[in-house]
């Protein structure tokens, strides 16, 4: 009797180890995802298309550059990253649209999780690299828009001067 259980608690911890890379949006609270008129908020796995994120941060002798782009295909996320301290790297990463109510349009965020660098995973706990905030769509089927702000660390007084551009298309599937 102890061997099938055996076979069975072998199976479980192989399929739990041999999972694909870019499963990180599937996995644990994600696989909850949902489209339908109940849920407000909806993953990568509903949608394709991209969301970017230029950043330019300039003080004296000093001039920071950073692009994320989230590229989302067959229900799952790319993070292509350059910056000007490392060399570009691409990685999986996660996405949430979250809807402003269980209608088919209203408002509408963007939340995108990529590493921050080569080699890492984003989690769940992790702030999102990509926040696309207070934004309305005239349908929830289709999703863009461009944003440009100064700097969240831009500091006048100081002599810190940038900018934030966040672009996004998204198209539910």
């Known amino acids: 009797m102890a061997t099938p259980l055996r076979g069975l608690l ?57 692009s994320v782009t989230a590229t989302v295909t067959m229900g799952r996320v790319s993070c292509r990253v350059k910056t000007t301290e490392a060399p570009e790297f691409e990685a999986p990463g996660m996405l949430a649209v979250v809807h402003g109510g269980t209608e088919n349009s209203g408002k509408y965020e963007i939340l995108v999780w990529c590493p921050d660098a080569a080699g890492e995973r984003p989690s769940r706990r992790d702030s999102p690299v990509i926040h696309v905030m207070n934004q309305r769509a005239a349908d929830y089927a289709a999703l863009d828009g461009k944003d440009a702000y100064e700097h969240p660390d831009a500091d006048s007084v100081n002599g810190v001067t940038g900018t934030e551009t966040l672009t996004w298309h998204l198209v539910r599937r």
């Open 10 to 66: 072998l199976w479980v911890l192989a399929v739990s180890l041999c999972q694909v890379p870019l499963a990180a949006q599937a996995s644990g609270a994600w696989s909850k995802c949902n489209m339908d008129s109940l849920a407000t908020w909806n993953c990568a796995q509903y949608y394709s298309g991209t969301v970017t994120m230029a950043s330019e941060l300039k003080a004296s002798g000093v001039d920071d550059r950073r």
